[in-house]
T-cell receptor, first 113, second 113 residues
Framework: NAGVMQNPRHLVRRRGQEARLRCSPMKGHSHVYWYRQLPEEGLKFMVYLQKENIIDESGMPKERFSAEFPKEGPSILRIQQVVRGDSAAYFC???????????FGPGTRLTVL | GENVEQHPSTLSVQEGDSAVIKCTYSDSASNYFPWYKQELGKGPQLIIDIRSNVGEKKDQRIAVTLNKTAKHFSLHITETQPEDSAVYFCAAPRTGTASKLTFGTGTRLQVTL
C-alpha cells in the first residue's frame, strides 16, 4: 500500500509565477490536509478537504491560495503570484473517514526566487 | 483555541540513555495525542499515539504517557540510538474542529555516540 505521494518534491518559482502542488492520498483515504512548515518551525494547518468539498480552510491565506480535491485525481494546492515569503515546505496528510490519524507525504519544498 | 506547548526545543543525550519530551495542551476536551518524528528532508512520520481513555501506551523503546488532569503528555524513548536523532512533534486536536491538529513547535533530539 503506497503512502501519501506528493509532487513535485522540489519546486522553484520566480516572484509572480504560479505554483501547483499535488497530493495523492493513501488508498482508501478520502480526507486530505495541507500544512506549511517554515524552516526550523512547526507545522501550520492550512486546509482540510474531502472529495469535492472544502471542509475547513481557516488556516489558508485569504488571497492567492486555493485548494481543491476533485472527484478524480490528486488534491492540488495552488499559489498564485508567489512571493518570497511563500518559500516553505508544504506537506499533505491523509486519513480515512472518521479517523484522527494523519499520514504525511514527503512534502514539496517551494523556493521563490 | 488549542494551544500546544512543547519542551525542550533541543535535547542532546548519549547513546543508550533515555530521552523525554513533554507537551502541554489547553483544551480539556482534547482526546487524541499523536507524536511524529521528522528526519531531515522528509515528512513527519507517526510513531505513536494515545487516546484519552488510557494513561500510557508503549511500543518497544517508545512510550507515551498522558496526564489528563494536568493536561500534559510525554514521549519517552529508552535505550536511544543514533537513528533516533530527528525532530519530534507532538499534536492535539481542537475541539469542535475535527480537522485541526495543532502541532507543538518541535524538539530536536541529538543522540551522540
Amino acid at each position: 500500500n503506497a503512502g501519501v505521494m506528493q509532487n513535485p518534491r522540489h519546486l522553484v518559482r520566480r516572484r509572480g509565477q504560479e505554483a501547483r502542488l499535488r497530493c495523492s492520498p493513501m488508498k482508501g483515504h478520502s480526507h486530505v490536509y495541507w500544512y506549511r512548515q517554515l524552516p526550523e518551525e512547526g507545522l501550520k494547518f492550512m486546509v482540510y478537504l474531502q472529495k469535492e468539498n472544502i471542509i475547513d480552510e481557516s488556516g489558508m491565506p485569504k488571497e492567492r491560495f486555493s485548494a481543491e480535491f476533485p472527484k478524480e485525481g490528486p488534491s492540488i494546492l495552488r499559489i498564485q503570484q508567489v512571493v518570497r515569503g511563500d518559500s516553505a515546505a508544504y506537506f499533505c496528510a491523509s486519513s480515512p473517514p472518521s479517523a484522527d490519524t494523519r499520514y504525511f507525504g514527503p512534502g514539496t519544498r517551494l523556493t521563490v526566487l | 483555541g488549542e494551544n500546544v506547548e512543547q519542551h525542550p526545543s533541543t535535547l542532546s543525550v548519549q547513546e543508550g540513555d533515555s530521552a523525554v519530551i513533554k507537551c502541554t495542551y489547553s483544551d480539556s476536551a482534547s482526546n487524541y495525542f499523536p507524536w511524529y518524528k521528522q528526519e531531515l528532508g522528509k515528512g513527519p512520520q507517526l510513531i505513536i499515539d494515545i487516546r484519552s481513555n488510557v494513561g500510557e501506551k508503549k511500543d518497544q523503546r517508545i512510550a507515551v504517557t498522558l496526564n489528563k488532569t494536568a493536561k500534559h503528555f510525554s514521549l519517552h524513548i529508552t535505550e536511544t540510538q543514533p537513528e533516533d536523532s530527528a525532530v519530534y512533534f507532538c499534536a492535539a486536536p481542537r475541539t469542535g474542529t475535527a480537522s485541526k491538529l495543532t502541532f507543538g513547535t518541535g524538539t530536536r533530539l541529538q543522540v551522540t555516540l
